[in-house]
């Protein structure tokens, strides 16, 4: 696997167990806890969680994609006036500083996350309906919620500099994600607040990592110059 593609799938993980379970965990724990109050097989258990989590990654793959095929733009432009790359490391510089901040140095990325009430009072009048695919455009909104860390892999996917790489680079960080939010209603809640934001944290120096490898992509070129 491409060393960005699996840098986006590792901070998924440790950002969905860190991060996602304490944002939209109480969310997915709610509908969970409302439809399990019966016995009911299996399928029709997991089916509100898998089509929340499709439509999320739908929603990232959508950003990604659009963010990758902008950076292409960009890049073209660049090459034009002689300046290649520049798409990977204006991203790189960014998301070291985004990691830093999710590391919990030189502030936090709060000022984003705070913004997030539209969203969430759109997923109520969502939730609102009966249908059982109602979670399928639920998923759909909660992408869109203002997170630093998907906003960050929105940045990297700029970074890739094309249309299907920034969509792979978006849905893999989505993916990653996936097993917090349906192992939470099970076993999550009972993770410590502080592991959790260890956790988080601990995604942020990926992030940093991500950052430093779009960097060095963006000015191998002007290596041996």
């Not at 009430?117 to 759109?122: F, K, S, W």
């Not at 892999?153 to 249309?163: D, K, P, Q, R």
Request: net charge positive; charged share 10%; with cysteine.
């Amino acid at each position: 696997m491409e060393t960005g593609f699996l840098l986006a799938l590792t901070t998924g993980v440790l950002g969905g167990f860190g991060h996602c379970i304490g944002m939209c965990g109480p969310l997915v724990a709610s509908y969970a806890l409302a439809r399990d109050a019966e016995p009911r097989p299996i399928f029709i258990r997991l089916a509100p969680h898998l089509l929340y989590n499709l439509g999320r990654m739908t929603t990232y793959g959508l950003i990604g994609a659009i963010m990758g095929l902008s950076g292409s733009f960009v890049n073209v432009a660049g090459r034009l006036t002689g300046v290649q790359n520049v798409v990977a490391v204006a991203a790189g510089v960014m998301m070291v500083f985004m990691g830093l901040s999710i590391a919990g140095v030189g502030g936090t990325t709060a000022w984003i996350e705070k913004h997030n009430l539209p969203v969430l009072r759109a997923a109520q009048q969502v939730l609102a309906s009966s249908s059982m695919l109602r979670y399928y455009p639920l998923g759909l909104l909660l992408g869109l919620l203002p997170c630093g860390l998907s906003y960050t892999v929105f940045i990297a996917s700029a970074g890739t500099g094309g249309l299907v790489s920034g969509m792979l680079t978006a849905l893999l960080f989505g993916l990653g994600t996936v097993p917090a939010l349906l192992a939470f209603g099970a076993v999550m809640s009972s993770l410590r607040a502080a592991l959790r934001n260890t956790i988080y944290r601990t995604s942020g120096a990926i992030v940093m990592i991500m950052g430093i490898y779009f960097l060095f992509r963006g000015l191998k070129p002007y290596a041996n110059l």
